[in-house]
């Protein structure tokens, strides 16, 4: 189906189920429309021709007035969905007011964003209340969430006195259910001796743990601990792996030193095709790979993949 047609008939489809009263209906359709606008996004990016911004425009409003009608018929995931796409908007009191409703009534997910809102510097009012909705969910928490975020306040002092002992607990429950940022957390503080005796052997294995369950952060320093034999017996091929995995899940740090590592021979053949392509991949992930490369006495603007006289391979 053509991509402009696709956008009007899920544009047509929301206005139909404004005013049904048919919270789950408009909740349904609000994600598979906001499924069609992420792709929309990159389609410049693709080489695709982009489809009309006042389509666009006009299906991302139907998006935002179906979730507000759906989270008035109580439907908590839509109202997480609404503070969601609020707070990427950069209104954080709109999306803070969208989520409170959820949130006091236990609905984990939205104490989560709620918590990470009030995170922010200018949140510190709200921390106390976030912490309050935090608590209330920790019960319900199936993914490890709720207990990832309570670790995080009590690390860094949220809502209360900063209590390490009790961030590594939270962490630990987190880690149980299966988050892999707690597992990342985890391997900082047994690596660093925070809140816990310094361990190098368990923080690799958190660290492992971590990298296996998706952390970025956690793929990129395994990719590090293989390239550089720290902890772990050096071995090239898993260095790589591990870097190209977690660039490819859009860990802009590792794409970049995937770039150096391409243009220098290190740990891989040198590649400087391969190495501009990297360098493009950390930049298209917002990550500043020049800095890097200087490091390792490359000139960035020789490594530009449209630079004139770009180094050749061999």
Same mark, same amino acid.
């Given at each position: 189906?053509?991509?402009?047609?696709?956008? +009007?008939?899920?544009?047509?489809?929301?206005?139909?189920?404004?005013?049904?009263?048919?919270?789950?209906?408009?909740?349904?359709?609000?994600?598979?429309?906001?499924?069609?606008?992420?792709?929309?996004?990159?389609? &410049?990016?693709?080489?695709?021709?982009?489809?009309?911004?006042?389509? +666009?425009?006009? $299906?991302?409003?139907?998006?935002?007035?179906?979730?507000?009608?759906?989270?008035?018929?109580?439907?908590? %995931?839509?109202?997480?969905?609404?503070?969601?796409?609020?707070?990427?908007?950069?209104?954080?009191?709109?999306?803070? *007011?969208? +989520?409170?409703?959820? &949130?006091?009534?236990?609905?984990?997910?939205?104490?989560?964003?709620?918590?990470?809102?009030?995170?922010?510097?200018?949140?510190?009012?709200?921390?106390?209340?976030?912490?309050?909705?935090?608590?209330? *969910?920790?019960?319900?928490?199936?993914?490890?969430?709720?207990?990832?975020?309570?670790?995080? #306040?009590?690390?860094?002092?949220?809502?209360?006195?900063?209590?390490?002992?009790?961030?590594?607990?939270?962490?630990?429950?987190?880690?149980?259910?299966?988050?892999?940022?707690?597992?990342?957390?985890?391997? +900082?503080?047994?690596?660093?001796?925070?809140?816990?005796? %310094?361990?190098?052997?368990?923080?690799? &294995?958190?660290?492992?743990?971590?990298?296996?369950?998706?952390?970025?952060?956690?793929?990129?320093? $395994?990719?590090?601990? #293989?390239?550089?034999?720290?902890?772990? %017996?050096?071995?090239? *091929?898993?260095?790589?792996?591990? #870097?190209?995995?977690?660039?490819?899940?859009?860990?802009?740090?590792?794409?970049?030193? $995937?770039?150096?590592? #391409?243009?220098?021979?290190?740990?891989?053949?040198?590649?400087?095709?391969?190495?501009?392509?990297?360098?493009?991949?950390?930049? *298209?992930?917002?990550?500043?790979?020049?800095?890097?490369?200087?490091?390792?006495?490359?000139?960035?603007?020789?490594?530009?993949?449209?630079?004139?006289?770009?180094?050749?391979?061999?």
């Amino acid at each position: 189906m053509p991509r402009t047609l696709d956008a +009007v008939l899920k544009h047509d489809e929301l206005l139909a189920l404004l005013g049904s009263g048919d919270a789950r209906g408009l909740y349904d359709a609000a994600r598979a429309a906001r499924v069609a606008l992420e792709f929309r996004a990159t389609d &410049a990016m693709l080489g695709l021709t982009p489809v009309n911004d006042d389509v +666009v425009a006009r $299906l991302a409003e139907a998006v935002r007035a179906a979730l507000r009608e759906a989270a008035g018929l109580g439907l908590h %995931e839509a109202a997480c969905e609404l503070g969601r796409l609020l707070f990427a908007d950069g209104d954080p009191d709109a999306a803070f *007011a969208a +989520v409170a409703v959820a &949130a006091e009534a236990g609905h984990g997910p939205s104490a989560v964003l709620a918590a990470k809102i009030a995170g922010r510097p200018w949140g510190q009012a709200r921390h106390a209340q976030a912490l309050r909705w935090l608590s209330a *969910a920790r019960e319900l928490d199936a993914d490890g969430r709720v207990h990832f975020m309570l670790g995080l #306040y009590a690390s860094l002092g949220f809502g209360g006195a900063q209590d390490y002992g009790r961030a590594r607990t939270c962490y630990e429950e987190a880690a149980a259910r299966g988050d892999a940022d707690a597992m990342f957390e985890l391997y +900082v503080m047994h690596a660093r001796g925070i809140g816990c005796p %310094e361990d190098q052997e368990l923080a690799l &294995a958190w660290c492992r743990r971590g990298a296996e369950a998706g952390n970025l952060r956690a793929m990129g320093n $395994l990719g590090g601990f #293989y390239a550089t034999g720290s902890g772990v %017996e050096r071995d090239p *091929a898993q260095a790589l792996a591990w #870097y190209e995995r977690a660039a490819q899940a859009g860990h802009g740090r590792s794409a970049a030193t $995937l770039g150096t590592m #391409y243009a220098t021979g290190d740990c891989v053949p040198r590649s400087p095709e391969r190495a501009r392509e990297w360098f493009r991949a950390a930049e *298209a992930l917002d990550f500043d790979w020049r800095e890097m490369a200087e490091a390792v006495e490359l000139d960035p603007d020789e490594w530009e993949a449209d630079a004139e006289g770009a180094p050749s391979e061999g």
